[in-house]
């Protein structure tokens, strides 16, 4: 297609027009602001009044959240029965209670552990073991060391491990039973709503088969599962659990714990936490205290600034006095 001389006229207008607008010639209208002593006052001043009502508001917020954190690695995991630990609420505790195991000293934010994962077998795709290389080194049934399938069969050692990597061959497996001591009473505990939507619908599903039973060793379903696969970006981490929806009274509560994840071989340690929550989240003294202390500082620059004006005002007026009470000589 051709283009006429006319119309190369016209492109080569439009391209002259552009060469000089005010954009290409950097010349658009801009906001040069000076700062002075008065102005730098009233903004450190205002930031140093929000960042220390936030913070103090952060901090009043966490102390009103309550909860109990009950510690029990000392449990023997070579022990089979259940370990028993008595937990005592000094006060009366609202619902919801979210049930968290925290771990210390567990690095999940190792790039290797967390690359060790198949997205796509997630998913609900069978994948070979030529396929799994994301999962390395936890490929087969054989590297994992599992034995048995979800209902209960012997699973294939040569055949690709489902789910596969070190997320999952990881996966914390104690479970709790929470009671009270004098009625005997058991507190439920619901797990069903604990892990994201998006993850629950879109990311973890097991493989569409009639004999899915027979091939995965855990089901990626299982909302404890799909909670652990996120992993924590810090070595000592909370991990949702489960939900208590009636007022815990004060008293004492037996703990029956299921003790089969063992923490000995990274030196860690296991928590059982019950706590309320608020509208920012869980107790978060860091981030109040970093808020305080950053207002504190903006009010501390604030009156330097004042004091800095105020030296700065006089001294004209001195010279000016000292200059006045020189005598004049003839």
């Not at 000089?20 to 010349?27: G, N, R, W």
Request: hydrophobic letters at 35%.
């Amino acid at each position: 297609m051709e283009i006429s001389e006319e119309d190369l006229v016209r492109i080569q207008e439009k391209i002259e027009k552009l060469k000089q607008s005010k954009f290409k010639q950097q010349m658009l209208p801009a906001w040069r602001p000076v700062p002075s002593f008065g102005s730098t006052m009233i903004i450190f001043g205002i930031f140093g009044l929000i960042f220390l009502t936030l913070g103090i508001t952060l901090y009043v917020m966490s102390e009103r959240i309550q909860g109990v954190v009950e510690q029990y690695d000392m449990c023997d995991i070579n022990d089979k029965t259940p370990c028993e630990i008595s937990i005592k609420i000094d006060s009366d505790i609202q619902a919801p209670i979210y049930v968290y195991y925290q771990l210390d000293n567990f690095y999940q934010n190792h790039r290797r552990y967390v690359k060790s994962r198949s997205n796509d077998q997630l998913m609900g795709n069978f994948l070979s073991l030529e396929e799994l290389d994301d999962c390395d080194p936890i490929k087969s049934n054989s590297d994992l060391g599992r034995l048995n399938s979800v209902d209960g069969s012997e699973l294939d050692l040569s055949a690709p491990a489902f789910p596969c990597g070190l997320v999952a061959k990881s996966f914390f497996n104690d479970t709790f039973t929470l009671e009270e001591k004098e009625s005997g009473k058991e507190i439920v505990i619901d797990s069903t709503n604990i892990a994201w939507e998006s993850d629950v619908k879109y990311k973890f599903k097991n493989l569409d088969r009639a004999d899915w039973k027979k091939v995965q060793w855990k089901s990626v379903e299982d909302p404890h599962f799909i909670v652990w696969m996120r992993t924590a970006g810090l070595p000592n981490f909370r991990k949702l659990w489960g939900e208590i929806s009636e007022d815990l009274k004060k008293g004492e509560y037996n703990l029956s714990i299921t003790n089969t994840y063992d923490v000995s071989s990274f030196a860690g340690s296991k928590y059982f936490v019950l706590s309320t929550t608020n509208l920012l989240g869980g107790t978060n003294y860091f981030l109040a205290v970093c808020y305080i202390i950053v207002g504190a500082l903006c009010i501390m620059f604030g009156i330097i600034f004042f004091i800095a004006y105020m030296g700065r005002k006089q001294s004209p007026n001195q010279n000016l006095q000292n200059n006045n009470s020189q005598p004049v000589r003839q």
